[in-house]
C-alpha cells in the first residue's frame, strides 16, 4: 500500500509543482456535467468528447481493478506581456505533452507501480480529477483553479491499481468554488459569450477562440471576436482573480 506522503515527496522530486491522490470511485454528474454539456451539442466538432463517455467519468473502466488516481501539477505561469504574437500563455512554453509525460512515467517507475500514465490524449478529465484530488476547484471558466498558481498549470495523472493509506479531501476547496459561483469575472472577460452565465460551469465550444484557433482549421466565424490570439485565448484566465494573484518565482 503506498502513503500519499511518499507519492507526494517523490512528485516533488520528479519535478512537479504539487500532487493528491484521489480514490478510483466514478465522478458523479454534479462534478462532471459532461452528459449535460454533450446533450446541448456544446462540444461542437470535438466528435472524440462522445466516446467512452462512460470512461471519462469512471477510471476503472479505463484500468480494470484501479484503487487510486494520482494527479499531479506543472505550474507554467502566466502570459508574457512582451509577447506580441497573439500565443496564449500554454503556447509560450515548450509543449507540455513532451515535458509532461515523461515525468509521469519517471514517477511511476520512482514509486514501483504498474499503472495508466494519462496526459491529456486519454479518456479521463484531467481537471475534474486534479480537484477530486484535492489539488483546486473548478471555475465558472471550466478551468482548474489552484490556490497557488491560479489557472496557469497543467495536468497529468497515473491511474494505478495500487491503494492509498490516505486519499485526499477534496472538499477542502468547496469556499473558494462557491466564490467563484458568485464571481463571474470570466464569463463577463469572454467578447464572445462562451461560457454559461449559470451554474454549472460549462462552456459552449461554438464560441470559444481557443477552440478555432486549436483545434478547428476551419475559417474563423465572422463574428468571432479573437482579440488578436492566433493560437489559443487567455483572457478568461486573465479575468480570474486567482491568476491575477498568482505567486510565481521570478
Not at 514517477?107 to 484531467?126: E, F, H, N
Not at 495500487?162 to 469556499?175: I, L
Amino acid at each position: 500500500m503506498l502513503r500519499s506522503a511518499d507519492i507526494k515527496q517523490a512528485a516533488l522530486e520528479v519535478g512537479f509543482d504539487d500532487c493528491g491522490v484521489a480514490r478510483a470511485d466514478a465522478l458523479t454528474d454534479e462534478e462532471y456535467p459532461l452528459r449535460q454539456w454533450l446533450a446541448r451539442g456544446w462540444h461542437a466538432g470535438l466528435g472524440y468528447m462522445e466516446r467512452n463517455v462512460e470512461k471519462r467519468m469512471d477510471p476503472r473502466l479505463l484500468v480494470p481493478g484501479a484503487h487510486s488516481v494520482i494527479c499531479v501539477v506543472s505550474a507554467y505561469g502566466p502570459p508574457d506581456p512582451g509577447r506580441t504574437d497573439g500565443m496564449a500563455a500554454y503556447a509560450q512554453r515548450r509543449e507540455y505533452h513532451e515535458v509532461i509525460k515523461p515525468m509521469l512515467q519517471e514517477l511511476r517507475t520512482r514509486l514501483g507501480i504498474d499503472g495508466k500514465v494519462c496526459c491529456d490524449t486519454v479518456p479521463i478529465s484531467d481537471k475534474h480529477w486534479a480537484a477530486r484530488a484535492g489539488l483546486g476547484w473548478i471555475g465558472r471558466h471550466t478551468l482548474l483553479v489552484t490556490p497557488r498558481w491560479g489557472t496557469w498549470v497543467n495536468l497529468g495523472e497515473i491511474v494505478t491499481t495500487e491503494e492509498c493509506s490516505e486519499y485526499s479531501d477534496y472538499s477542502e476547496y468547496s469556499e473558494y468554488s462557491d466564490y467563484c459561483a458568485k464571481c463571474g469575472k470570466c464569463v463577463e472577460a469572454c467578447p464572445n459569450h462562451a461560457l454559461a452565465p449559470e451554474e454549472p460551469p460549462m462552456m459552449d465550444v461554438r464560441r470559444c477562440t481557443a477552440y478555432y484557433t486549436t483545434h478547428n482549421p476551419r475559417p474563423l466565424p465572422p463574428d468571432l471576436d479573437t482579440r488578436g490570439y492566433t493560437l489559443g485565448c487567455d483572457l478568461c484566465q486573465l479575468a480570474c482573480p486567482f491568476s491575477q494573484a498568482a505567486r510565481f518565482a521570478r
